[in-house]
């Protein structure tokens, strides 16, 4: 199963999870699968999925305009920056709908809490890979994911002090942090 609108085709997939173990987390390497995208595969309770980062700006193919309409669309208060990246996941055989996470719940609903923590896990080993990326977006699609990504994200500013996570906006759809 290709995920072509991704940029990742089923040889990409095959190499990612190449070395994937069978414990209960897994996180990969992170992989750049094109200019300003980056790609780290994890595997949580026996499921595979993507956490992908990419840069808003070759999001709306480096069209200011674009980029101002979708922010404006999400009611974000700030332009981004070059060095920023849009945060996204999505379970990795979640082929039609792979943003639409109704369709892919967890096995059990008390794994979201470590779920969080593999989520704070990859944000960290994000943050130390790739400095030069100053800031964060994250739109979530459901208000689970929201609460998700808040908890994950102050956790982020809290328990991390020389990463120093900011919060930048956090209203309607839009949520950015930046390195401080």
């Known amino acids: 199963m290709a995920h072509l609108a991704l940029g990742i ?7 990612l999870f190449l070395t994937a173990s069978d414990s209960d987390v897994w996180i990969g390497d992170l992989s750049e699968i094109g200019l300003d995208k980056e790609i780290i595969p994890v595997r949580f309770a026996g499921l595979d999925y993507w956490f992908l980062f990419v840069s808003p700006h070759a999001e ?5 305009a674009f980029l101002q309409l979708m922010m404006n669309n999400v009611d974000a208060e700030l332009f981004p920056q070059r060095a920023s990246r849009l945060v996204k996941f999505c379970r990795a055989d979640a ?14 609903p008390r794994q979201i809490f470590q779920f969080a923590q593999v989520i704070r ?15 964060f977006f994250y739109f979530p699609a459901s208000s689970r994911l929201l609460r998700l990504y808040a908890r994950v994200f102050r956790s982020l500013v809290t328990t991390r002090p020389e990463r120093q996570i900011a919060t930048l906006n956090g209203t309607g759809a839009c949520h950015a942090y930046q390195r401080a």
């Open 9 to 15: 085709d089923d040889a990409l997939r095959h190499a």
């Open 60 to 64: 709306t193919g480096n069209d200011p």
């Open 95 to 108: 082929e039609a709908e792979q943003f639409k996470p109704e369709g892919w719940k967890l096995p059990q």
């Open 121 to 135: 896990r990859v944000m960290n080993f994000y943050l130390d890979a790739m400095p030069e990326i100053q800031q």
